[in-house]
């Protein structure tokens, strides 16, 4: 049995990378579901292409993860994905440390615990490292059964 019945992470995810899916393996460790927001702001990579790339890892790298995912404009938008029997000792919200904000004000509104994790790698590396054409260095920040899809991601997007 699990600490936790769900976890939520809220993000960008526009290039994957091992710091994202690392994020969504401790997720799955502690709780019975995982729900990933995946934010639809303006800024980001069309969203259905970030899902298909977090599907393809799942499926490939870790098909044990019951992951669930969904487009929201913010954080708190993923509350109305909540049961509605939901109590707050049940749910975990997890962080890279580069959120550790949006942590303090999910305990504060909503009571429910949070982790925040070290953060192992950026996007901005990532878009940097594709750029510089490093790729040795790329095969390391990206897991291997995605690692095409996220550099297309980049190239079409740049």
Not at 19 to 37: C, K, N, P, W, Y
Not at 57 to 74: C, G, H, S, Y
Not at 99 to 118: D, N
Request: proline share 5%; charged share 20%; net charge neutral.
């Amino acid at each position: 049995m699990k600490q936790f019945k769900h976890a939520f992470t809220f993000g960008r995810f526009n290039l994957l990378h091992r710091g994202h899916t690392d994020l969504f393996q401790r997720m799955s460790e502690v709780a019975e579901s995982v729900t990933i927001g995946v934010s639809t702001g303006p800024k980001n990579i069309q969203y259905r292409h970030r899902a298909d790339v977090i599907e393809k890892w799942a499926r490939f790298d870790a098909p044990e993860v019951n992951l669930r995912l969904i487009p929201k404009l913010q954080p708190f938008d993923l509350v109305s994905e909540l049961p509605l029997d939901i109590v707050p000792h049940e749910v975990v919200f997890f962080v890279g440390e580069d959120q550790y904000k949006l942590a303090k004000a999910i305990e504060r509104s909503l009571g429910f615990s949070t982790v925040t994790i070290p953060r192992l790698c950026s996007s901005t590396l990532v878009r940097q490292t594709i750029d510089n054409e490093d790729w040795d260095l790329l095969s390391g920040m990206i897991p291997g059964s995605i690692i095409n899809n996220v550099i297309q991601l980049h190239l079409t997007n740049a």
